[in-house]
C-alpha cells in the first residue's frame, strides 16, 4: 500500500543547530517525492521536490531508495523555518498529479 | 485573482445544516483537489477533479460532495453536517499530468460544525 510516514509530530531545536525531518515511504512504483511546507497564517506551498535537486533556503533532500527515504536537512536552523512541513508523494507517475501526504511535522526553531 | 482562492475563510455551521465551501482558481489548472487538514493526521484527499466534467473519489469522501462544471471553479458541499467534519478545508490545483507535479494551494476555509 501506498504510504507517506512522518514519525515526528514536532522537532524542537535551537537556532543554529543542525535540522532533519524524517520522512519514509511505501510505494511499489517509482517514487516522486515532495516536501510542502506551511508558515504561520500562510497557505500550504511547495518547498521542494526531488526530481530537482535543489536547494531551497537551505534545505536539501535526498531520495533513498534502498531505505525508501526523503528525510529534509538543514545544516543550520533559523528561527523563521519554524513552520509545518509535510511530506508527498506523488502517485502514478507522470500519469496524474495526485499526491497523498504524511501527517506532518511541527518544527519549531528555538532562539 | 491570483492564484486560488476560497469562501468563507471560516464558518460556524449547526449540525445537520448544509453548506459549500467555494474555490475558484485563475491558472487554467485541469486538476483540483479538496483536502481536510486535521491534527495529527495531515492532509487528506476528499475529492479531485482532472478535468472539468469529471470528479473521483479521495481517501475520505464520505459526507461530501462535489462538482466540475468549469476549469475555474470546484465546490465542496456537505450535505448536513456532523460535528466530525469540523476542520480546515484546502483547496488546490495542478496541471492533470506530468510536468513537475507540483500543487498550489488555496488559504483553506475553517469549519467548525456544532
Known amino acids: 500500500a501506498q504510504r507517506v510516514t512522518q514519525p515526528e509530530k514536532l522537532l524542537s531545536v535551537f537556532k543554529g543547530a543542525p535540522v532533519e525531518l524524517k520522512c519514509n515511504y511505501s510505494y511499489s512504483g ?3 517525492l515532495f516536501w510542502y511546507v506551511q508558515y504561520s497564517r500562510q497557505r500550504l506551498q511547495l518547498l521542494l521536490r526531488h526530481i530537482s535537486r535543489e536547494s531551497i533556503k537551505g534545505f536539501t533532500a535526498d531520495l533513498n531508495k534502498g531505505e525508501t527515504s526523503f528525510h529534509l536537512k538543514k545544516p543550520f536552523a533559523q528561527e523563521e523555518d519554524s513552520a509545518m512541513y509535510y511530506c508527498a508523494l506523488r ?6 498529479n495526485k499526491l497523498i501526504f504524511g501527517t506532518g511535522t511541527l518544527l519549531a526553531v528555538q532562539p | 485573482i491570483a492564484g486560488i482562492t476560497q469562501a468563507p475563510t ?13 474555490c475558484t482558481q485563475d491558472m487554467r489548472h485541469n486538476a483540483m483537489y ?4 486535521d491534527l495529527g493526521l495531515g492532509l487528506r484527499l476528499i475529492h479531485y477533479s482532472n478535468t472539468a466534467g469529471t470528479t473521483g473519489k479521495g481517501e475520505v469522501p464520505d459526507g461530501y460532495s462535489v462538482s466540475r462544471a ?10 448536513s453536517a456532523v460535528p466530525s467534519q469540523t476542520s480546515v478545508y484546502f483547496c488546490a490545483s495542478s496541471e492533470t499530468s506530468g510536468g513537475a507535479g507540483t ?6 476555509t475553517r469549519l467548525t460544525v456544532l
Open chain 2, 103 to 108: 500543487q498550489y494551494f488555496g488559504p483553506g
Open chain 2, 34 to 37: 479538496w483536502y481536510r487538514q
Open chain 1, 30 to 32: 517509482s517514487p516522486e
Open chain 2, 10 to 22: 471560516s464558518q460556524i455551521l449547526a449540525a445537520g445544516r448544509r453548506m459549500t465551501l467555494r
Open chain 1, 91 to 96: 502517485l502514478g507517475g507522470g500519469a496524474t
Open chain 2, 70 to 79: 468549469n476549469t475555474d471553479d470546484f465546490p465542496l458541499t456537505l450535505a
